[in-house]
């Protein structure tokens, strides 16, 4: 299995990339922001998404479109990717968004499997209400707005409460394991110095 990051102008895409047993390269993409052409050499069979603002999911139509496939996120985001109001479209990209018509709504806790894969949802609500993190054979914490290297999500968007947020980084700070840290913006982290930065961010909410 290979992760691949591309780094475009709005913010991270991932796209996690394995074999199948005819050797066929399948892919996942998370936050799908980055170009359809950067895909097109894989099978991608699904297509996640930690959160609904325009600068994740600005390119999904086209690649759902493209491979038939529907977008992943948590039920609670689902107004996200309806609304512009709620996805901040004309601030970011300065147009419409490109709705996706067919949502494959999770829960928290959600296990899906790619290939011999699992990827966890966690619902890590306060950067918006359906944010999630997944998680990636228990080791790759793809953790969208919610925390970065060094920081965490804005919380004075619409739908989005620094109270939930506090609540969510207090549930986060109780788990006891490490995993390296994807996030949606920024440099690669590890959960472990995510952690030693929690409290310090509960403070200033
Ligand atoms: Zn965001
Ligand atoms: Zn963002």
């Known amino acids: 299995m290979k992760i691949k990051t591309v780094k475009t102008s709005l913010s991270n895409s991932y796209i996690i990339i394995d074999k199948d047993q005819n050797d066929n390269?399948?892919?996942v993409v998370i936050d799908p922001a980055l170009e359809l052409e950067e895909?097109?050499?894989f099978d991608v069979v699904m297509c996640l998404a930690t959160h609904g603002h325009a600068d994740h999911i600005n390119n999904a139509k086209l690649i759902c479109d493209h491979y038939q496939i529907p977008l992943f996120l948590h039920k609670d985001e689902a107004i996200y990717a309806k609304d512009d109001s709620f996805n901040l479209s004309h601030?970011?990209?300065q147009r419409p968004l490109a709705k996706v018509k067919d949502l494959n709504l999770l829960e928290d806790n959600q296990?899906?499997?790619f290939l011999n894969h699992t990827l966890k949802v966690w619902h890590t609500p306060g950067h918006t209400?359906?944010?999630v993190m997944y998680l990636l054979d228990n080791h790759y914490l793809f953790s969208g707005d919610t925390v970065f290297k060094d920081a965490i999500?804005?919380?004075d968007l619409?739908?989005?409460s620094s109270k939930v947020m506090s609540n969510t980084l207090a549930k986060l700070a109780e788990i006891d394991s490490d995993y390296k840290v994807l996030p949606g913006h920024g440099m690669v982290t590890s959960f472990k110095e995510?952690?030693?930065q929690m409290e310090y961010w509960r403070r200033l909410l």
């Open 39 to 41: 895909v097109l050499e």
């Open 25 to 27: 390269l399948c892919a």
């Open 153 to 155: 999500g804005r919380t």
């Open 129 to 131: 209400k359906g944010s």
């Open 111 to 113: 296990e899906l499997t």
């Open 194 to 196: 995510v952690k030693h």
């Open 158 to 160: 619409p739908g989005s």
């Open 91 to 93: 601030y970011v990209i």
